[in-house]
């Protein structure tokens, strides 16, 4: 992945069309950037996001589909992930679709490809509709929350192809970051949400086999505004699917060069049927244990400590291990510097409410460190 690959030129009719977006870009500070964040209401009950229209300047979105590969045998929630990340840019004249597949039991695999045009078709204004068809990969996704979505794919490079209905677990289940207002920092002004309590159900072909799929997970992210890498020093993307619901937090810190590394992040939860919202503060995602790593110059995190929220005698809501069981990474000159990205199944188990729980999870990480 080539550092020019994607950070694309901008063209003038960009900047002239965005100007205004761009100066407050320009002049984001750690004190602006601070005053966004601590303006952020606790929210008592989600919102829900304004529009999923699709389209825009720029386009960023995730569709992750969480599968038990032996459903009928196992009692695991999943032990497969399937993941469609875009970047869809055509008034700057690229596109970026990223894929990867990660199992227990599968062979895992990713693949990249970028693009010097726009390729998404039939956008909507109105509701999430992302369309593509091109020689390694075809994908329709269309659908409004809580309404529900329906995908469509086959990927030919990881051998996976899929019919799925996407309905909602708990219409709660959703974090529209920022309290739905435009994030701005040196590297984005972006309104964005993510979707975290998804049943999935239909039909899965995965290298030769045939999976009836009647209890799998979804996540969706999506975001429109101007957005890119640079000035972001890390991030851990976790969620985490029990029985008793989810759990969403997304940590990430910005290196905001003379004025040092600035620590961010929001999370939610709804557990048997509760929605919890958690801010900067109220939860941490410890590393715990590292191990080698063939694919990434650095050892890479393995377990975790994950906490969120406290009750009325400051005994943490959420207190769990998290131990990695399967793992995906690959490197590259993505931003100003070389980053690790390593994708995770993980097993998360300990206690919420003082109760026992056990689940699986998912995490992205990204880092520019160099752990030894």
């Not at 601070?34 to 720029?58: C, F, H, R, S, Y």
């Not at 869809?88 to 990249?112: C, H, M, R, T």
């Not at 890498?229 to 851990?236: C, E, M, V």
Request: charged share 25%.
């Amino acid at each position: 992945m080539a550092t020019d690959e994607i950070q694309p030129k901008i063209t003038l009719k960009f900047i002239l069309k965005n100007l205004g977006t761009i100066i407050k870009m320009k002049r984001a500070n750690r004190t602006r950037i601070d005053k966004l964040v601590k303006a952020n209401q606790q929210l008592k009950a989600p919102i829900m996001p304004t529009t999923e229209g699709t389209g825009g300047a720029m386009e960023e979105g995730m569709i992750y589909i969480m599968f038990n590969s032996n459903e009928e045998t196992s009692p695991d929630i999943f032990d497969t992930v399937f993941r469609v990340f875009w970047v869809n840019a055509p008034d700057l004249k690229f596109s970026v679709l990223d894929n990867f597949l990660i199992s227990e039991n599968f062979k895992s695999g990713q693949w990249y490809r970028f693009f010097s045009k726009g390729i998404f078709e039939n956008l909507s204004k109105t509701h999430f509709h992302q369309e593509v068809h091109f020689e390694e990969c075809d994908l329709e996704f269309d659908g409004k929350w809580p309404n529900g979505y329906k995908l469509i794919f086959h990927d030919r490079k990881l051998d996976i192809k899929g019919i799925l209905t996407y309905e909602a677990i708990d219409p709660k289940g959703v974090l529209v970051y920022y309290n739905n207002r435009l994030a701005v920092t040196p590297s984005m002004a972006q309104q964005f949400y993510d979707i975290f309590a998804i049943k999935v159900t239909g039909t899965i072909e995965m290298q030769g086999k045939k999976i009836q799929v009647s209890n799998g997970r979804g996540i969706i992210e999506h975001g429109l505004g101007i957005f890119s890498n640079l000035n972001i020093y890390d991030w851990r993307w976790l969620n985490l699917q029990f029985y008793e619901g989810q759990v969403h937090l997304f940590y990430h810190s910005l290196d905001l060069e003379d004025e040092g590394i600035y620590l961010a992040g929001e999370g939610a939860a709804v557990m048997n049927g509760e929605w919890h919202h958690f801010q900067p503060g109220d939860f941490q995602i410890e590393e715990v244990g590292y191990g080698e790593d063939d694919d990434v110059p650095t050892k890479v995190p393995i377990e975790w400590k994950v906490t969120a929220g406290k009750d009325s005698t400051g005994v943490p809501l959420l207190d769990l291990k998290m131990t990695s069981t399967t793992k995906i990474s690959w490197h590259g000159a993505i931003a100003k510097e070389n980053q690790a990205i390593t994708n995770y199944i993980l097993d998360a188990e300990g206690t919420w409410k003082g109760k026992t729980v056990k689940g699986k999870g998912t995490m992205e990480n990204q880092m520019h460190r160099v752990i030894t």
